[in-house]
């Protein structure tokens, strides 16, 4: 069965800076893709950007991009320019079987 | 176009009431899902219907039922509330053949 880690359960970052949010995973699957979700202080869940493991090049969403390592089995979320708006818990998850495998999450506070 | 919808937003349950929490989906997906989200946990899967007609238990399905009434809604009951289903819950809509899951607002349940 797969499984993902997230091991920040927090961090910090100063606003306009780059921060990355690691996330690793298990899985015996040969093909697999990992999503990032963000959640606010509202509480919804936003998806923010996916990628799947036959992709050839890392997956960018504006300010957001995932750097995929297989090797190491790492799918971490870089975001650049951070905002005060980044300010939210941030969630890594895998596709099992159409259902969602989620991380224990990491929360990110962006600092002025 | 509304996506994912929820009612109510918010529910306080004596122990042992019952009650139905409605999920509605106007993207014609066939498959929907019933998380929970516990603090400082990820969502866990407590339900899902790949399509009209069938539901398949998730993670962590006692102590609730679930009915996809037709391929729009999927509603998640409670037949005897425990103060352990103190949760949020979120309905989650996919597109078949995709990965992405969309989310609706949540349901924040206290039971007393």
């Known amino acids: 069965a797969q499984k993902i880690t997230q091991t920040q359960p927090g961090m910090f970052v100063q606003e306009k800076e780059a921060v990355t949010l690691d996330c690793t995973y298990d899985?015996?699957?040969?093909?697999?893709?990992l999503f990032w979700y963000k959640q606010p202080s509202s509480g919804e869940m936003i998806f923010l950007i996916y990628?799947?493991?036959?992709?050839?090049q890392n997956a960018t969403e504006g300010r957001y991009s995932l750097n995929f390592q297989k090797a190491r089995k790492s799918a971490n979320l870089v975001i650049s320019a951070s905002q005060l708006g980044d300010s939210a818990m941030y969630f890594c998850a895998m596709p099992q079987g159409g259902k969602l495998i989620f991380g224990q999450g990491t929360e990110l506070s962006v600092k002025p | 176009n509304a996506g994912v919808t929820q009612t109510p937003k918010f529910q306080v349950l004596k122990t042992g009431q019952s009650m139905t929490l409605q999920c509605a989906q106007d993207?014609?997906?066939?498959?929907m899902y019933w998380y929970r989200q516990d603090p400082g946990m990820g969502l866990r899967l407590i339900y899902y219907s790949a399509s009209e007609g069938t539901t398949d238990k998730g993670e962590v399905p006692n102590g609730y039922n679930v009915s996809r009434l037709n391929k729009r809604e999927f509603s998640l009951r409670l037949e005897s509330a425990a103060p352990s289903q103190t949760s949020v819950y979120f309905c989650?809509?996919?597109?078949?053949?995709?990965?992405?899951?969309?989310f609706g607002p949540g349901t924040r349940l206290l039971v007393l």
């Open positions: 989650a809509s996919r597109e078949t053949g995709m990965e992405t899951q969309y």
């Open positions: 899985t015996s699957d040969p093909s697999y893709g």
């Open positions: 993207m014609n997906h066939n498959s």
């Open positions: 990628q799947g493991s036959y992709d050839q």
